[in-house]
């Protein structure tokens, strides 16, 4: 799989993605909930993929919610390094 890696608004893709959601989540009763840091400026990454996985992350949360709330938050948080980030190394290398 190869990815366009490319530097963009995060917010926009975020709304687009909650417009396109809306109409599934009323017909379930359901309500979006946009939680957006009002701060938020750009991420470097595969938009398309981005985007795609979004839409399918709230697809899934509307499919298994009834007359709920789905939200959607971005928020600052500190770069992924430590441990955490990376894979573990198997004994043998």
């Known amino acids: 799989m190869e ?3 490319e530097t963009f608004p995060l917010v926009p893709v975020i709304e687009d993605g909650a417009k396109t959601i809306e109409p599934m989540a009323t017909k379930n009763g359901n309500r979006l ?12 990454s595969d938009q398309i993929r981005f985007r795609q996985s979004l ?13 709920g709330a789905i939200t959607i938050a971005a928020h ?3 770069a992924a390094t430590g441990s955490r980030s990376r894979r573990p190394t198997p004994a043998s290398e």
């Open 3 to 5: 990815l366009h890696l």
């Open 33 to 44: 909930v946009i939680d957006c840091a009002a701060n938020l400026s750009t991420i470097h």
């Open 55 to 67: 839409l399918n992350l709230a697809s899934n949360a509307n499919k298994f919610t009834e007359k």
């Open 76 to 78: 600052h948080g500190p």
